[in-house]
């Protein structure tokens, strides 16, 4: 028998094991989540006769549409099954059921971020389309950094990151994230030297970054917000503001599709143009 529930503090040791199992994660990344954002209720189980074959962490996220409002948006997060489980349906059934939760706590839209190319497939048959975008660049530089008086990274707060964050996507579809999960973002990036969430005083403004560790022992700037018109200036300080960075860089506009989107309301779902795209961002990826 297969049945969906919410999770307790006991199913943890078995969520870890399908967290290492799936996506193979150190311990003091999968210790952030449970120190920063974990509580039972945000984490789905798919049980198989009574043992849990799959399981999904979400976040309760906003995403904010100018000129239409502002949807409750499940961002789901670390979809996982047992591999002596999979090829039998058991993360479809766990996909169909997680959507029976959220219409009961009235959450119109649901989120994911595929872990690889070849899953976009896979949640494109359980209702989700492809929706928010991304642009990763790498910058090329040669010789020194240059040095720019005056100009410093500040570390900022999950929340001050948060108010800065919104304020430059203001006018640009995007999903928002509640404070607790920046504390899980700002966590994971100081798992690694070099790493946090910053601001930065731009010409035309504030600047925000996110700057998280990669495999390699580098940082990835996984988001780079600012005005456009700022964007080769910020650029052009950040070898020499930050020392570790790899040079690979994400920013909103164009590039690849990143992110997916289902509408759990159908008339909205009908409403949407789907030829637009959104900004997701911050994947926790």
């Known amino acids: 028998m297969l049945q969906t529930r919410l999770s307790t503090p006991a199913d943890i040791p078995r969520q870890r094991e399908l967290w290492q199992l799936a996506f193979g994660d150190g311990g003091a990344y999968v210790d952030n989540f449970y120190h920063t954002y974990y509580k039972p209720e945000r984490m789905l189980m798919l049980e198989e006769d009574g043992v849990v074959q799959a399981m999904t962490a979400w976040f309760d996220t906003t995403f904010a549409v100018p000129g239409r409002g502002e949807y409750r948006a499940a961002y789901l997060y670390a979809v996982a099954t047992h591999p002596e489980a999979r090829g039998?349906?058991?993360?479809?059934?766990?996909?169909?059921?997680?959507?029976?939760f959220f219409r009961s706590w009235g959450i119109p839209a649901v989120t994911t971020v595929p872990a690889e190319p070849s899953l976009h497939n896979f949640f494109g048959k359980?209702?989700?389309?492809?929706?928010?975008?991304?642009?990763?660049?790498?910058?090329?530089?040669?010789?020194?950094?240059?040095?720019?008086?005056?100009?410093?990274?500040?570390?900022?707060?999950?929340?001050?990151?948060?108010?800065?964050?919104?304020?430059?996507?203001?006018?640009?579809p995007h999903i928002a994230y509640p404070e607790?999960?920046?504390?899980?973002?700002?966590?994971?990036?100081?798992?690694?030297?070099?790493?946090?969430?910053?601001?930065?005083?731009?010409?035309?403004?504030?600047?925000?970054?996110?700057?998280?560790g990669t495999e390699n022992g580098k940082l990835l700037v996984k988001e780079l917000l600012c005005a456009p018109a700022d964007r080769d200036w910020v650029l052009e300080c950040l070898p020499g503001l930050l020392p570790n960075w790899g040079m690979t860089y994400r920013v909103p506009e164009g590039g690849r599709p990143f992110a997916m989107l289902k509408w759990l309301e159908p008339e909205v779902g009908a409403a949407w143009d789907w030829s637009s795209t959104a900004y997701l961002g911050l994947a926790f990826d």
Not at 90 to 98: E, Q, T, V
Not at 131 to 154: A, D, I, Q, W
């Open 88 to 100: 039998r349906g058991l993360a479809g059934r766990l996909l169909s059921d997680a959507d029976g």
């Open 126 to 172: 359980n209702g989700f389309r492809e929706c928010f975008t991304l642009f990763e660049g790498k910058l090329e530089t040669g010789g020194r950094p240059k040095s720019f008086r005056n100009t410093s990274l500040r570390s900022v707060s999950p929340a001050e990151y948060g108010a800065v964050r919104e304020k430059i996507l203001a006018d640009l």
């Open 180 to 212: 607790e999960a920046l504390a899980y973002q700002a966590g994971a990036c100081a798992l690694t030297p070099g790493g946090g969430l910053y601001a930065l005083d731009a010409p035309h403004g504030r600047a925000a970054l996110c700057a998280e």
